[in-house]
Nanobody, 116 residues
C-alpha cells in the first residue's frame, strides 16, 4: 500500500534551518507530483510547496518563497523540504502529500516548532 513517512521536524530558533524528508513506498515515485502542506494549531491546512515528477518545476506559497526549497531524489523515492530563515509563524505540523489514481495520500506529519 501507499506509505508516506516524514521525518526531520523539531525545535529550532528563529532564523535557523531544518530539512524535512518524506520517504514514499507503494507508488511509482518518479511519476508522481509531490507536495508539502502544513497545518498550524487552529488553522486550516495550507499548501507550502510542490514539485513535478522530474523535479523540473516547483511552486511555493508566497509566505515561504525565498526561504524554503523543495527537491526530490527519485532514486531514493524521497522528497525534501529545506527550510531556512525560519520564523515563529512557520510553526506547524508538516505533511507530505501525493495523489495516486485520484486518491489523496498523506503522511503522518512531522512537527516543526520555531521558538526562542
Amino acid at each position: 500500500q501507499v506509505q508516506l513517512v516524514e521525518s526531520g521536524g523539531g525545535l529550532v530558533q528563529p532564523g535557523g534551518s531544518l530539512r524535512l524528508s518524506c520517504a514514499a513506498s507503494g507508488i511509482t515515485f518518479s511519476t508522481n507530483f509531490m507536495r508539502w502542506y502544513r497545518q498550524a494549531a487552529g488553522k486550516e491546512r495550507e499548501l507550502v510547496a510542490d514539485i513535478s515528477s522530474t523535479g523540473g518545476r516547483t511552486n511555493y506559497a508566497d509566505s515561504v518563497k525565498g526561504r524554503f526549497t523543495i527537491s526530490r531524489d527519485n532514486a531514493k523515492n524521497t522528497v525534501y523540504l529545506q527550510m531556512d530563515s525560519l520564523k515563529p509563524e512557520d510553526t506547524a505540523v508538516y505533511y507530505c502529500h501525493t495523489i495516486v489514481s485520484y486518491f489523496n495520500y498523506w503522511g503522518q506529519g512531522t512537527q516543526v516548532t520555531v521558538s526562542s
